[in-house]
Nanobody, 120 residues
Framework: QVQLVESGGGLVQPGGSLRLSCAASGFTFSTYAMSWYRQAPGKERELVAA????????NYLDSVKGRFTISRDNAKNTVYLQMNSLKPEDTAVYYC?????????????WGQGTQVTVSS
């Protein structure tokens, strides 16, 4: 049974930090690219950060570059998102996503999401 379980969300003041974790099980984690998406109320889901299977490459949404860092520990089947200098506009539900393959051979999974609220 495939599971992606996010944790670490919560309420934080502007300028604060949070570290999200996503624990994976039920598939070969080290062969999947991992990503964090977010969705704010009334907005479409957007890609925040992504990391290749062996952590050789990362990419970020422009608005989070320099503030957020994605990392992974393949020994622990876990991906992280360190979020610093948080802003109210970072408020959203954050989702973990796993993906492998291309075209009709894509295999992907989603977590249930964790709420991040940035407010004073």
């Amino acid at each position: 049974q495939v599971q992606l379980v996010e944790s670490g969300g919560g309420l934080v003041q502007p300028g604060g930090s949070l570290r999200l974790s996503c624990a994976a099980s039920g598939f070969t984690f080290s062969t999947y690219a991992m990503s964090w998406y977010r969705q704010a109320p009334g907005k479409e889901r957007e890609l925040v950060a992504a990391i290749t299977p062996r952590a050789g490459s990362t990419n970020y949404l422009d608005s989070v570059k320099g503030r957020f860092t994605i990392s992974r520990d393949n020994a622990k089947n876990t991906v992280y998102l360190q979020m610093n200098s948080l802003k109210p506009e970072d408020t959203a539900v954050y989702y973990c996503h796993a993906k492998r393959g291309i075209g009709v051979h894509v295999s992907d999974y989603w977590g249930q999401g964790t709420q991040v609220t940035v407010s004073s």
